[in-house]
Antibody
Framework: QVQLVQSGAEVKKPGASVKVSCKAS????????INWVRQATGQGLEWMGW????????GYAQKFQGRVTMTRNTSISTAYMELSSLRSEDTAVYYCARGNRLGQQLVYRYWGQGTLVTVSS | AIRMTQSPSSLSASTGDRVTITCRAS??????LAWYQQKPGKAPKLLIYAASTLQSGVPSRFSGSGSGTDFTLTISCLQSEDFATYYC??????????FGPGTKVDIK
């Protein structure tokens, strides 16, 4: 079965960077885009961007341009999301998500369990 | 970016009630709309995509309708496990994919 397993919670100081991992299993990693969505406590869902694990191509929400980098290691079926210049407003749960099936890459059927990133001095 | 709005932002209902949630897009998105259910501390769960297609395994009491700019999610007979927050999402025009602000359904 398809699984996305994320790395554990992080506590960072303002100005630092965080790198969250998302290990995929149960399917061919390079066949489906990985998207990242975040959710501040008590708030809604915010899409950050996508990455094609086959080509490494990425697309980021304008809000995060220049601060976010999405990469992958195909040998271990793992995607990464790195966010730099952290500020308190970046405190949130970060999710990786995969599409329902080919041709529905933006319909998120599969989600990681979420990674809480806390930014605090 | 396409802006998604939802109404109401919250509602109180009883088990057995029929519940309707509305989602509106700031411009036409054809039927490129999905609905998700999220419970506290959990990742969202896909309920409906293409505005009205029920995801496999989702109970048939959930249904979706609409196209263009106006959409609805209906729960025909609310069950205890349906108390949650519901989000709509457009995937017609991206980046960015955008979500509605959510509708919290709680117990009356």
């Amino acid at each position: 079965q398809v699984q996305l397993v994320q790395s554990g919670a992080e506590v960072k100081k303002p100005g630092a960077s965080v790198k969250v991992s998302c290990k995929a299993s149960g399917y061919t990693f390079t066949s489906y885009d990985i998207n990242w969505v975040r959710q501040a406590t008590g708030q809604g869902l915010e899409w950050m961007g996508w990455m094609n694990p086959n080509s490494g191509n990425t697309g980021y929400a304008q809000k995060f341009q220049g601060r976010v980098t999405m990469t992958r290691n195909t040998s271990i079926s793992t995607a990464y999301m790195e966010l730099s210049s952290l500020r308190s407003e970046d405190t949130a749960v970060y999710y990786c998500a995969r599409g329902n099936r080919l041709g529905q890459q933006l319909v998120y059927r599969y989600w990681g369990q979420g990674t809480l990133v806390t930014v605090s001095s | 970016a396409i802006r998604m709005t939802q109404s109401p932002s919250s509602l109180s209902a009883s088990t057995g009630d029929r519940v309707t949630i509305t989602c509106r897009a700031s411009q036409g998105i054809s039927s490129y709309l999905a609905w998700y259910q999220q419970k506290p501390g959990k990742a969202p769960k896909l309920l409906i995509y293409a505005a009205s297609t029920l995801q496999s395994g989702v109970p048939s009491r959930f249904s979706g309708s609409g196209s263009g700019t106006d959409f609805t999610l209906t729960i025909s007979c609310l069950q205890s496990e349906d108390f949650a927050t519901y989000y709509c999402q457009q995937y017609y025009s991206y980046p960015p994919v955008t979500f509605g602000p959510g509708t919290k359904v709680d117990i009356k």
